[in-house]
């Protein structure tokens, strides 16, 4: 995550004009452009210099040497947790979600496609509604592959044909006759049982066992949210392709290439969005986001509590979003599921 530094209060008034007026026009932004833009009463050269300090601390940049400036992660981190609470979403928007959503939620998995399409749309982002509708199956069996260095993959094989993997770090490199005993352990304590009983049975293990062996099971007990949670059905919705002329960084390989390698690949969208269950609102954005290949793009999710549709709603997409709108809408859809139905 890249390091926070102080900045004085005009500092933070001035970097946060400039993100606002970034995220409209989508083009970098020169001090004469700020100080018309919003009536400044400074010099060029004074909003020059503060604008200079900012950019030595690290939240701007000049994408050229003749160019404005731009935020970089630390600005947009700073202009979204500037951002507090939003408020209530104004009527329009509000007649808009109920219009779109409907009135019935018996069937969560149209909800979950309106919902996502919802969002996409109205952000001209990736629309993203993850939704956990019940047990999830029982273990058919866990596969260790390991990758370079101490990294490795572990595949939980469900018995109706599905399959769960995540990326894990398992401290060190194992020889491979290790890596085999490990699984072989784990499948003689999880095999043929309910997902939702696999995480204490491997605790089980952690209690009684040592070595090596041991080592390995606890790294795959952390993440043992995301792999025997109850499954998770996930819809998504992006357009952006056929709406690039909307977006200029959605013509930028750097953000569109990620973007569509996300597309399709159920599992890469649920490592992304791993461990924002249940934590109301996150914002992830360029380096902060966990996932390798993502250091474009923000993650804005918003947890549903609870209820026939409990789950996720999110949006991924540029760096240059308007976050304002994104939370508006992902608390205003959230709470738009969660209206008791007549």
């Known amino acids: 995550m890249p390091e926070r530094i102080d900045i ?78 939003v408020g209530a979403p104004g009527r329009h928007l509000v007649e808009t979600i109920r219009t779109r959503l409907g009135r019935e939620n018996d069937d969560v998995r149209d909800v979950m496609m309106r919902t996502s399409r919802l969002i996409g749309e109205l952000t001209s982002c990736m629309g993203l509604m993850v939704g956990v509708p019940g047990p999830g199956g029982t273990v058919g069996r866990l596969r260790i592959v390991q990758r370079e260095g101490s990294r490795g993959l572990v595949v939980i094989e469900i018995r109706d044909g599905r399959d769960r993997s995540v990326d894990i770090d398992l401290g060190r490199r194992h020889r491979a006759e290790i890596i085999s005993r490990a699984a072989q352990i784990m499948n003689e304590r999880i095999a043929g049982y309910p997902l939702e009983e696999a995480h204490e049975r491997l605790l089980s293990f952690l209690r009684e066992g040592s070595g090596s062996e041991r080592e390995i099971a606890a790294a795959v007990a952390a993440e043992s949210t995301y792999l025997f949670s109850a499954d998770y059905n996930l819809e998504y919705y992006f357009d952006g392709i056929d709406r690039s002329s909307m977006s200029t960084e959605l013509t930028d390989p750097r953000v569109l290439t990620p973007l569509v390698r996300l597309m399709g690949r159920k599992n890469l969208i649920l490592e992304a969005l791993r461990g924002r269950f249940g934590r109301g609102t996150v914002v992830t954005i360029g380096r902060e986001n966990r996932l390798g290949g993502l250091e474009e793009l923000t993650l804005v999710t918003r947890a549903l509590p609870g209820g026939a549709c409990e789950g996720l709603l999110g949006v991924i997409g540029p760096m240059r979003m308007s976050y304002r709108l994104v939370l508006t809408l992902l608390d205003g859809t959230a709470r738009e599921l969660q209206r008791p139905r007549t």
């Open 8 to 85: 004085s209060p005009i500092e933070s008034e001035m970097l946060d004009l400039l993100v606002d007026l970034h995220i409209e026009t989508g083009s970098p932004v020169s001090s004469r452009t700020l100080q018309r833009r919003f009536r400044i009463p400074a010099s060029t050269a004074q909003i020059r210099g503060i604008l200079h300090r900012l950019e030595e601390k690290g939240y701007l940049f000049k994408p050229h040497v003749s160019a404005g400036r731009v935020p970089s992660d630390s600005g947009y981190r700073h202009y979204v947790d500037g951002l507090g609470t």
